[in-house]
């Protein structure tokens, strides 16, 4: 089919009816996505900028501000998580380092615990989780 040059693709107004309907579905599904409670534990960690990493292999732990523990994404109690850490020191050829993701509202007491928890284990090194500060927010 050849196309004629009186002919034209598209030869109407714009209509913007079906641009607008578009658009409050995508408001409709953002609010709500906004209002959909997200599964997990809400865990706000503090801001921090120039620490160090570790090097080896590390393992996490979570400890929220009411001071539950949480390891491989699920609530354990202070005796499961020492043997779960034991087994896991055991397995690893290397030395493991702890993470620990507090929450900022944590206990420092609660914090000192899961520390020596996790020396008991065979884990000698533990960091504290940080987020990074925001590149606006730098000096």
Same mark, same amino acid.
């Given at each position: 089919m050849s196309l004629r040059p009186q002919d034209k693709l598209f030869g109407g $107004?714009?209509?913007a009816a079906p641009f607008a309907s578009v658009f409050f579905c995508l408001v409709i599904f953002l609010l709500l996505?906004?209002?959909l409670n997200t599964p997990g534990? $809400?865990?706000r960690l503090p801001t921090a900028a120039g620490l160090p990493g570790a090097g080896g292999p590390t393992i996490a732990v979570a400890l929220d501000a009411a001071g539950r523990l949480y390891f491989e994404n699920q609530i354990i109690t202070a005796v499961e998580l020492r043997a779960r850490l034991a087994s896991a020191v055991?397995?690893?050829p290397a030395p493991l380092t702890l993470?620990?993701?507090a929450d900022q509202a944590a206990d420092y007491g609660?914090?000192?615990n899961l520390?020596?928890?996790a020396r008991e284990a065979g884990i000698q090194d533990a960091l504290l989780a940080t987020l990074? $500060?925001?590149a606006a927010a730098r000096p």
């Open positions: $107004r714009l209509d996505g906004q209002l534990v $809400r865990v055991k397995q690893s993470v620990v993701q609660a914090l000192v520390t020596l928890l990074p $500060r925001s």
